[in-house]
């Protein structure tokens, strides 16, 4: 192929917009690891993406700005819709199910149980702290958190001590209080 | 807050973020997610608030269902939902059984049957003849944009023409795609497809026994004739090793 027509091509690829199939490729993975840091169940995790991808791939808009950044989002907030829906279900099985059964200590006290405490309170947080706390957790930069979440760049500190704060604050009211 | 406080607090909360995430060794399986999306995309239109014209369209499909003749089962109407779609072309084909296993037969040099010939045209219009590559080991691969394990495998079959291309290998597509160059041309530009593509009709279908389903690759010899048959996705170890053993022989 001659070097004219790979430039035609090349522009011709980028006017039709971004390949669904190469995209799909290029952030599944990521995605679905996002999601599995939300929710702590791989499986679920990677149904939960083939969501995520599947409303970009049927929201035009998405395609149109930053795609990493516009799937972050989605699959940090689909993580945290899960997980709130989650503990709701749980509260409700607890109610009923304490009634027949204590549970044992070491149920009480398993490892898995403060990761139990922290979807609570991710679920309780206002959602744009969850969503910065989850995002920071994934290892993204200050810039990174800023593209994805449309943040002032200079603020993202203040914004994060603050969702910190508000962490705490609300595992210390629910679990350390009493 | 101290300063010290706020440090211990942002570590703690790091460290308990650090933890929800999977382990370095879990993989995601992306074909068997990207397979799922595709149907999902493909099948599931998105959802919308808009109630009524569905329940007209299910209204006016029971209605059609139940004016069709009554000895055809409901299991005929899906496929024919299915076939309707597709040109007689598409008919001599049929869909893909992505899903099946693949079958590879791989025939010593003695018991080979010549491949059948033909001539078709290439995306630039220039007539492109099978029997002009005798001397080069050809790939031969029957494909279709709408096909996903056949779309996975055009990546490396580029990456393979590459590699072989100096060594006497010849990769050649044929699309079975019954709408033909609307599809396999942004296709194939997208792709930098860099081996000879062309349009099958009913006649090339029929020379090579019908093409029972898509992905089908064929390995044929220097002098013509069919070393192996591989049905369904050829993976590149497989086929580089078939293609290896006849360019050896």
């Not at chain 1, 898995?112 to 679920?123: A, I, P, Y």
């Not at chain 1, 206002?126 to 920071?136: F, G, K, T």
């Not at chain 2, 029972?212 to 069919?226: A, F, H, K, N, Q």
Request: glycine share 8%.
């Amino acid at each position: 192929m001659d070097a004219l027509s790979e430039t035609l091509l090349d522009t011709k690829a980028r006017e039709t917009g971004p390949d669904i199939e190469d995209v799909f490729h290029a952030q599944y993975g990521r995605i679905a690891r996002v999601i599995a840091g939300v929710i702590r169940d791989p499986a679920r995790a990677e149904e939960l993406a083939v969501e995520v991808m599947l409303k970009w791939s049927r929201t035009p808009k998405a395609q149109s700005e930053n795609t990493g950044a516009w799937l972050y989002r989605a699959a940090v907030r689909a993580g945290l819709n899960e997980l709130r829906h989650r503990t709701r279900r749980e509260r409700h099985e607890r109610l009923f199910s304490l009634v027949r059964k204590t549970p044992t200590p070491e149920e009480l006290f398993a490892a898995r149980e403060e990761q139990r405490r922290v979807d609570v309170v991710l679920g309780a947080l206002d959602s744009r702290h969850a969503e910065l706390l989850l995002l920071r957790g994934q290892g993204l930069s200050y810039e990174e958190l800023a593209s994805t979440l449309g943040l002032n760049p200079k603020s993202v500190g203040t914004f994060l001590s603050r969702a910190q704060q508000a962490f705490r604050k609300e595992y210390i009211r629910r679990y350390e209080g009493k | 807050m101290k300063g010290s406080d706020m440090q211990n607090v942002e570590r703690w909360i790091e460290d308990l973020m650090e933890r929800r995430l999977p382990g370095e060794e879990w993989r995601p399986d992306i074909n068997s997610a990207f397979a799922r999306f595709q149907r999902a995309r493909l099948s599931k239109p998105p959802r919308s608030r808009a109630w009524l014209p569905v329940v007209v369209g299910a209204l006016a499909g029971t209605a059609s269902l139940a004016a069709l003749p009554a000895g055809r089962t409901l299991a005929q109407r899906c496929v024919s939902a299915c076939v309707a779609e597709s040109s007689s072309l598409r008919q001599l084909f049929t869909e893909s059984r992505s899903g099946s296993v693949p079958t590879n037969v791989f025939v010593k040099p003695g018991g080979r049957a010549m491949a059948p010939d033909f001539t078709l045209s290439d995306a630039f219009g220039r007539a492109v003849k099978l029997s002009d590559f005798r001397g080069t080991v050809v790939l031969l691969n029957f494909w279709a944009t709408w096909c996903v394990p056949c779309r996975a495998e055009v990546p490396s079959l580029v990456d393979f023409q590459q590699a072989y291309g100096d060594r006497g290998v010849q990769v050649i597509g044929v699309s079975v795609d019954e709408d033909g160059w609307k599809s396999v041309k942004p296709f194939i530009e997208a792709r930098h497809v860099n081996y000879p593509v062309m349009i099958g009709n009913a006649d090339v279908a029929r020379a090579f026994g019908g093409i029972e389903s898509v992905p089908m690759t064929l390995i044929i010899d220097r002098s013509g004739r069919i070393a192996a048959t591989h049905r369904g996705l050829y993976e590149k170890d497989e086929y580089e090793s078939d293609v290896r053993a006849v360019l050896n022989e």
